[in-house]
Nanobody, 121 residues
Framework: QVQLVESGGGLVQPGGSLRLSCAAS????????IGWFRQAPGKEREEVSC????????YYADSVKGRLTISRDNAKRTVYLQMSSLKPEDPAVYYC??????????????WGQGTQVTVSS
């Protein structure tokens, strides 16, 4: 069974950090770019970061540049999203997704179930 399972979400104070993980099972990450998306209440889902399968090139949305770092460990079938300097506008459900090509910008093959990130003092 193909699955992507996110973990690491939670409550953090403004300026704090979280590390999200996305673990794949039932398929290998090889050949799939992996994206992190987020959706806040009343807003559309947006892709905030992506990492390619081949050379590990990365993409970050302007709203998160300099604060988020994406990485992958294909051997562990896991992709990470290190989040720092979290802001009040960052709370959302964060989803990871496996895209149908090795390069970012493709269609999504598989979605995870999401993990909630809350930023509050």
């Amino acid at each position: 069974q193909v699955q992507l399972v996110e973990s690491g979400g939670g409550l953090v104070q403004p300026g704090g950090s979280l590390r999200l993980s996305c673990a794949a099972s039932g398929f290998t990450l090889d050949g799939h770019a992996i994206g992190w998306f987020r959706q806040a209440p009343g807003k559309e889902r947006e892709e905030v970061s992506c990492i390619s399968s081949g050379d590990g090139s990365t993409y970050y949305a302007d709203s998160v540049k300099g604060r988020l770092t994406i990485s992958r460990d294909n051997a562990k079938r896991t992709v990470y999203l290190q989040m720092s300097s979290l802001k009040p506008e960052d709370p959302a459900v964060y989803y990871c997704a496996a895209e149908n090509t090795g390069w970012c910008g493709g269609e999504v093959d598989y979605w995870g179930q999401g993990t909630q990130v809350t930023v509050s003092s």
